[in-house]
């Protein structure tokens, strides 16, 4: 197993002296920067080097790089714990005889802080957390030392505790009080176990996740009405994310989006395979979402070791269908190969609706002609009546094409006595 660490020298070297005491036939890469965004350009270095899991040596460069990049391995950073702040009090102690009863601190849990020095019978200290500093700042480095350097002079800090070691290096030359908190050795352990954890599954499991990606776009401009434009668009949002929805229920798969236009399935490499693809679901979502011109859909899908990794790659296979233009979507066994997604002609479509309708070629193009006569939109008793069958088995008929998503109800309309009567949109 290969990992790679990043972060700051100072805990580089203490997980270096860790696992190549505890754990030393694992191999491990380090890239140390004293700066936390190099935390991005090094995951992406990693990535591309085929490491099995990432560890940042803290929360900081870990979320900074994981806005801006989307992990295909594992990714984990060595959490903040009650050891680390233990040591830091008994090491302030030490070496500048203080009583650590106010600290000023970076982004730590202030509770966990504040627990452990009532442990250590300080009932009454104060916690000062750097909790107004965001690493997307520009100047935050710089936002954190001020933040320190004010709590010493002006709110009474004792002593400056942590983990940046810019922060450690500007304070300590203004002769101010300040430990850099490591980690202990149990939280390096314990986050190498888990990345382990994590390869030993993948490879048990070797290419069996799946991911599928879709991505629709539509324009309604057409619709000279604002109101019904918007009615329309949002109408249209709200089909794609119901029909989608209950395909991965259908296939017993989860389902997410990323606003409203971009949908995640995530599943086995065989269920997609069985239910997605030969079963169908894949060409009724591709069949809904260009029903017309001004509805495109493109899907990718893709296959790895782990999830993360079959999600990243469905997004660079939904990325391929869309740039080439042509229509075809994509499967993505690995970064480099790209494999297209058959799509049916119109004669495997209505050889597949007339076997999920239950009808004879005859009477599809029969309901075909009705419909067209009526532009689609139609009631159950006008169908009944126009294709010469009862109303029971009409209704029969408009459930299994609701089934397949042909259906979408517009309206009602009420001709006296009972329920009203629905006025829907069909389409074939």
Known sequence: MKIGVTGSDHICDRIQKTLEKRMPDLEVVYRRSNDYRYGLEAAAQFQKGK????????????????????????????????????????????????????????????????ETLEEIGISNGRVLVAHGSSPDQGDFQDALTDFHRYNYFHNGAKICFTNMEKTYEALSAEGIPCI??????????????????????????????????????????????????????????????????????????????????????????PVLMREFIQNGEYQKILFHGQQTPHNRLWIGIGYGDTPMEAKSRAAMALNHSIADRSGANYIAEDEHQFTEIKINDPTDHTAYLLHRLHISSSTYEKLKEILRSHDQVITSAQLAADMGITERSANRLILRLEQEN??????????????PARIMKITL
Not at 59 to 76: F, I
Not at 229 to 251: F, G, T, V
Not at 406 to 419: A, D, E, F, H, N
């Open 406 to 419: 042909c259906v979408t109800t517009i309206g009602k309309i009420s001709g006296g006595k009972g329920r």
């Open 180 to 269: 850099r908190i490591s980690v202990s050795e149990d939280v390096i352990l314990e986050q190498v176990y888990h990345l382990q954890f994590l390869e030993n599954t993948a490879q048990k499991n070797r290419g069996q996740s799946a991911s599928v990606q879709i991505y629709f776009d539509y324009s309604f401009d057409q619709e000279t009405d604002l109101s019904l434009r918007e009615w329309e668009k949002i109408h249209y949002q709200n089909e794609m994310r119901e029909l989608i929805y209950s395909a991965a229920h259908r296939m017993g798969a989860a389902a997410f989006s990323e606003g409203a236009s971009i949908f995640y399935i995530m599943s086995s490499r």
């Open 51 to 114: 490491v099995s899991g990432i560890i940042f040596t803290g929360p900081t460069n870990y979320h900074y790089a994981l806005k801006r990049l989307e992990p295909n391995v594992p990714w984990t950073f060595l959490p903040h714990n009650q050891a680390s702040i233990l040591k830091a009090l008994a090491e302030s102690a030490v070496r500048y005889s203080c009583v650590p009863d106010v600290i000023s601190i970076d982004m730590y849990e202030e509770q966990l802080v504040q």
